[in-house]
């Protein structure tokens, strides 16, 4: 059986960010077409350069290992065929999804909007005042007005190393638990800091800073975002149905609070083991209710020994 985690960002950390992740729901994907990636525009350096970066390819990458893929959404819950849709849950971290074609399949992999922030629509998010302000020698110069009214509706300043990191973590660190008992990795081995330096995602046209290869603060962003700890179980039959591969071994504490019913208010600190039945998703009713019920006794009964 599944049960969401919920994992506790840390609130000091993420209330340093200028742009607030939640705040971008009301902002859309216009695609990189719109960013001026072709030749003889603004942005065309970017775009040569995104061609040959690793994250151009990356729903080429789902399609190459398609029975992998195909394996992860079914264990998820989804209707395998849909993997490749903006609609899908693959999606949301490896792909562009332009608004309007959430149900059609991606083509293009993670391009400018996954990481600078959706632009559109025009006349609301950051697409048309972006470019207020450009100089004709310096059409990318930060400080123009039009960059700074941009930072206001949507576009996140990856040039503060606090945004960046977190909008790196945000797709290659995993924590939500439905996923990772698919067998899905957690991103645990992702290496920042050598991204940066072999200009995996770095496009810009200063010189490193030592702010730039500082570790602390993609640590704190990790940290934030932290990832449950599992143990394998049995592995997978080739050729037989998809089973979750892990089982978590999370522990409960429950603290003194005085105000929770006494039943639940130990008199001091108490670890309990989380509450992870081993039956069957298609178990039957009773069967899940025992084993509520089990549980529920063994809290009880471990919380008035204490």
Same mark, same amino acid.
């Given at each position: ?75 998820? +819950?989804?209707? =395998?065929? @849909?993997? /490749?849709?903006? $609609?899908?849950?693959?999606? %949301?971290?490896?792909?562009? #999804? ?34 207020? +302000?450009?100089? =004709?020698? @310096?059409? /990318?110069?930060? $400080?123009?007005?039009?960059? %700074?009214?941009?930072?206001? #509706? ?34 645990? +081995? ?117």
């Amino acid at each position: 059986m599944r049960f969401q985690v919920l994992a506790i960002c840390s609130v000091s950390f993420l209330a340093a960010l200028p742009v607030c992740y939640a705040q971008q729901k009301k902002y859309v994907t216009l695609g990189y077409r719109s960013c001026g990636t072709e030749r003889g525009t603004c942005h065309q350096f970017d775009g040569n350069w995104w061609k040959r970066d690793p994250h151009f390819s990356t729903v080429k990458d789902l399609k190459r290992k398609k029975q992998k893929s195909l394996q992860f959404a079914q264990a998820y +819950g989804m209707n =395998p065929g @849909d993997y /490749l849709k903006g $609609s899908s849950k693959c999606a %949301q971290c490896h792909g562009e #999804v332009v608004n309007g074609r959430e149900n059609k399949n991606m083509n293009t992999g993670v391009s400018c909007e996954n990481c600078h922030g959706p632009a559109g629509p025009k006349e609301v998010g950051y697409f048309e005042v972006h470019q207020e +302000g450009a100089l =004709p020698q @310096d059409p /990318l110069d930060t $400080s123009r007005t039009g960059y %700074q009214k941009a930072l206001r #509706v949507g576009q996140l300043e990856l040039r503060n190393v606090t945004v960046r990191v977190m909008t790196c973590v945000r797709c290659h660190q995993i924590n939500e638990r439905k996923l990772l008992e698919t067998g899905h990795p957690t991103g645990e +081995g992702f290496d920042y800091i050598k991204g940066i330096k072999n200009n995996i995602s770095r496009h810009w046209d200063y010189k490193l800073r030592r702010v730039d290869l500082d570790e602390a603060p993609y640590n704190q962003a990790v940290q934030s975002k932290p990832i449950p700890q599992f143990v394998l179980a049995s592995a997978r039959i080739p050729g037989g149905p998809v089973v979750n591969t892990r089982s978590v071994t999370d522990t409960i504490v429950i603290y003194v609070d005085p105000e929770l019913p006494s039943w639940l208010n130990p008199q001091s600190t108490v670890s309990l083991k989380s509450f992870d039945p081993q039956i069957s998703e298609d178990a039957p009713v009773d069967s899940i209710l025992l084993e509520i019920k089990k549980y529920i006794e063994y809290v009880h009964k471990t919380i008035n020994q204490k």
